[in-house]
């Protein structure tokens, strides 16, 4: 394809980055404006419970497939076509549906109960739940789509209108009437789920009649026509082979096949990615699986740890998720799986180990900077959100300085593992799914025993183990495949020695102003902070001014060619 693939996913990373952040300030707002109306108890069984059902059904209906069919549209001896994809992409919704019926089953009957009170409202929200994902990967077509030609924004538009209509119905709804929460909250997933279809299928729709009146246009050639081209060119210029008609071709069946109705090599890969799908959700949601299927912890606890979760996991969900899955799209198009590095181009080799480096580099950074200074300044946010009371224990804070430390192991983990991932073969991932088996057995047992041991820290302390198996496997294998080539693209996991240093003397600096300043005065230990992380910050652009520079002169080669 014609399309730059790089200046692709770094978009795809900036626009998401600004989504999460958008998106998780919604939510940390819902949060609160929950537990000060409703009740930790409901929060506890929305966040913890229902949420779980969403993401294991969204996770192991659409992952395997996305990932699998990303891959094929790379492999040059592939002969995967359109037709093919978009049957294959289809599969998710009967997979949905054939995964809700044991998770409605299984979530109602078997997990622990909820309170008598909730108990109509819970069974509500489970049904509403399966049907929102069914729904949702009824729009998996055009979203795959979306994604392999870069539309970029129509990607955060769609996310944003889901989030903003799951909001403003969940808060209408209960501003009306606190008790009724939990159906609430199952009526705004509901709805939110036919704004994705309605408006993926919408935008393409007109894109494709637009596309259709630009290739009339070109074919014309009349003068009043090319000005017509220089308007519509910006969008079109590069979908010469944009494949799809109409939007009726986005359904299986439909767009005219050659060959058989699915490819046998994806299906392959699919079953490998499907294999590991189900061990990664449970390294995934371990702790929550853990907590509904035993009574370690109450609703109301399960809500503390949710929120001191989500707080700890900010970087993880606001920027290391967005550069993963923008990375792992960057490799899935630049690197075959089937092909030695020393036989492939060795251009693109080489610029794929120099982003791998820097974004190695670029992580660390940031989850260092997460432990450092959060190590001073977790009391001060957690007192912020929930006040006084919320903090009053020491607990919460003590739960967020070990995220903290969780942080600089999910930086290293999330761009490695998605490198193997995205270049894996389908036999190295079978190989590494027995890996991920024992990961998930230890895991599990790790997380029941340190959580009756050490309480909610446990299931920290059981992801910061797990995630240390994990890295170790990932790197050993980037060492090894990159090896035979003299590079080494690990190097960018070292922080630089200024960057280090001036990061331990400013988290000196900001634990003595937590000791003496932070009870006189919460604005001026906040203040502190912001000049230490700007000194560090300044000292690591220094240290890694050939980054910038690099930087500085896209953003420059972008604007002039938009003028």
């Known amino acids: 394809m014609s399309r730059n693939i790089l200046k692709s996913s770094i978009q795809n990373a900036s626009f998401s980055i600004v989504f999460q952040i958008f998106c998780r300030c919604i939510t940390f707002g819902i949060n609160a404006f929950i537990v000060r109306r409703v009740g930790r108890d409901v929060l506890g069984i929305m966040n913890v419970r229902l949420l779980l059902l969403e993401s294991t059904l969204i996770f192991l209906s659409r992952e395997a497939v996305s990932r699998a069919s990303l891959s094929s549209r790379t492999q040059e001896k592939n002969k995967s076509t359109w037709p093919q994809l978009i049957n294959q992409i289809w599969i998710t919704v009967p997979i949905c549906f054939i995964l809700a019926l044991p998770g409605i089953f299984i979530w109602i009957n078997f997990l622990t109960e909820v309170e008598e009170v909730y108990s109509a409202q819970y069974k509500f929200g489970c049904y509403a739940i399966a049907i929102s994902c069914i729904i949702e990967m009824c729009a998996e077509a055009p979203v795959f789509i979306g994604q392999v030609f870069c539309f970029v924004k129509l990607k955060i538009v769609m996310d944003t209108l889901h989030i903003l209509v799951r909001s403003l119905i969940f808060i209408t709804a209960v501003l009306q009437d606190s008790n009724i929460a939990i159906y609430a909250f199952g009526f705004a997933q509901l709805s939110s789920a036919f704004t994705i279809i309605i408006g993926n299928y919408l935008f393409f729709h007109v894109y494709i009649k637009k596309l259709k009146q630009y290739r009339l246009d070109v074919a014309k050639k009349t003068d009043d026509n090319e000005k017509t081209i220089r308007l519509h060119e910006p969008y079109y210029e590069n979908m010469d082979d944009f494949p799809f008609n109409s939007i009726l071709e986005m359904i299986p069946g439909v767009m005219q096949n050659t060959g058989t109705y699915f490819n046998s090599d994806l299906k392959v890969l699919v079953w490998s990615f499907a294999k590991q799908g189900v061990l990664k959700q449970v390294l995934t949601e371990g702790e929550k699986y853990v907590m509904s299927l035993s009574p370690v912890l109450s609703f109301s606890e399960q809500a503390t740890y949710d929120i001191v979760n989500n707080m700890g996991s900010l970087a993880a969900r606001f920027i290391f998720r967005p550069i993963e899955d923008s990375?792992?799209?960057?490799?899935?198009?630049?690197?075959?799986?089937?092909?030695?590095?020393?036989?492939?181009?060795?251009?693109?080799?080489?610029?794929?180990?120099?982003?791998?480096?820097?974004?190695?580099?670029?992580?660390?950074?940031?989850?260092?900077?997460?432990?450092?200074?959060?190590?001073?300044y977790a009391g001060t946010v957690l007192l912020l959100y929930g006040g006084s009371d919320f903090v009053g224990n020491g607990l919460p804070e003590f739960l967020l300085r070990w995220h903290c430390l969780a942080i600089v192991l999910l930086a290293v983990n999330g761009i490695t593992e998605g490198y193997m991932f995205a270049t894996n073969t389908s036999k190295q991932i079978d190989t590494y799914n027995y890996y991920m088996a024992i990961f998930s057995v230890t895991f599990l047992l790790l997380s029941y025993q340190l959580t009756n041991l050490f309480g909610p820290v446990g299931f920290i302390l059981a992801n910061c183990t797990n995630m240390i198996f994990r890295i170790s496997y990932s790197t050993f294998y980037i060492y090894k495949q990159y090896q035979p080539i003299k590079l080494n693209p690990l190097n960018g996991i070292r922080p630089g020695r200024l960057f280090f240093i001036v990061l331990l003397v400013m988290g000196i600096v900001c634990k003595v102003s937590q000791k003496r300043v932070f009870e006189k005065s919460i604005v001026g230990h906040l203040l502190i902070g912001v000049v230490c992380t700007t000194i560090t910050l300044l000292a690591w652009g220094y240290e890694n001014k050939h980054l910038i520079r690099i930087g500085l002169d896209k953003y420059r080669a972008s604007k002039e060619k938009k003028s």
């Open 327 to 376: 990375s792992y799209f960057y490799f899935t198009q630049t690197i075959a799986r089937d092909v030695a590095l020393k036989e492939q181009n060795r251009d693109k080799v080489n610029e794929t180990g120099e982003v791998l480096s820097n974004i190695c580099k670029a992580v660390t950074s940031i989850g260092l900077l997460a432990f450092i200074f959060g190590q001073s």
